[in-house]
């Protein structure tokens, strides 16, 4: 079973960066990806990366974050830049078994194992 854990998180402001990251174990087969939930909001899927490295994004995140994996540390990253006060939000990462050639970012039920979650706070 896949076990998730995330850190990273903090507050930042806007136009800044932050690094996430999942510690994860044994994941080698299986869809990983990072979704965030803001309050008054759903849960949105930002980026996914397939066991063969195909990578999808959010169009809202596409050319600002980057989704990666150290395969050697087991370790999921989320390199985030230019950030937002919009994108204030709990995030989370997600796995679940591959099955095709990507992984979807929608619907976030496709994904049936989840960390605990990292807050991102980013003031104007």
């Known amino acids: 079973q896949v076990q998730l854990v995330e850190s990273g998180g903090g507050s930042v402001q806007a136009e800044g960066s932050l690094r996430l990251s999942c510690t994860v174990s044994?994941?080698?087969?299986?869809?990983m990806a990072w979704f965030r939930h803001a309050p008054g909001k759903g849960r949105e899927g930002v980026a996914s990366?397939?066991?063969?490295?195909?990578?999808r994004y959010a169009p809202s995140v596409n050319g600002r974050f980057t989704i990666s994996k150290d395969n050697a540390k087991t370790i999921l990253y989320l390199q985030m830049n230019s950030l937002q006060p919009e994108e204030t939000a709990m995030y989370y990462c997600?796995?679940?078994?591959?099955?095709?050639?990507?992984?979807?970012?929608?619907?976030?039920?496709?994904?049936?194992?989840w960390g605990q979650g990292t807050q991102v706070t980013v003031s104007s």
């Open positions: 997600a796995a679940a078994f591959a099955r095709g050639g990507y992984c979807p970012l929608t619907p976030s039920t496709w994904y049936n194992v």
């Open positions: 044994g994941y080698s087969s299986y869809c």
């Open positions: 990366i397939h066991p063969a490295s195909n990578m």
